[in-house]
């Protein structure tokens, strides 16, 4: 059984952290998909696309699920980004976790923007 709590700092993590979260916790072959003009990204481009690229300051997450199939875990819920300066950034989202190596990896992550 997954440590849900350590999941849902990791996925935090991917929200405030930088490359180095990413680095241990990302999957060589993640996707991640995005309202356009960013689009469906692989590995490379979401670790391009962190060099010089702002963190959320905070993050808040409410209607969390979690749902577990042997080694891998759906995240779903909803967030709130915060930035300064910004209004905040309202999506619904879901992560895919697969256990490799010992350790949990995001697979995939996905963001439907919300009103």
């Known amino acids: 059984m997954a440590d849900l709590d350590e999941l849902w700092d990791c996925e935090?993590?991917?929200?405030?952290?930088?490359?180095?979260?990413?680095?241990?916790h990302l999957a060589p072959d993640a996707r991640m998909v995005f309202p356009e003009p960013a689009g469906i990204l692989d590995a490379g481009a979401i670790m391009q696309g962190l060099e010089g690229a702002p963190r959320w300051d905070s993050v808040d997450f409410d209607?969390?699920?979690?749902?577990?199939?042997?080694?891998?875990?759906?995240?779903?819920?909803?967030?709130?980004?915060?930035?300064p300066g910004n209004p905040p950034y309202r999506v619904?989202?879901?992560?895919?976790?697969?256990?490799?190596?010992?350790l949990w990896q995001m697979l995939m992550h996905q963001h439907t923007l919300r009103e």
């Open 12 to 24: 935090r993590g991917f929200w405030l952290d930088g490359i180095p979260h990413y680095k241990c």
């Open 92 to 102: 619904l989202c879901s992560s895919t976790y697969v256990r490799q190596g010992g």
């Open 63 to 83: 209607a969390q699920h979690a749902t577990q199939a042997s080694d891998t875990v759906v995240l779903s819920y909803r967030a709130a980004g915060h930035r």
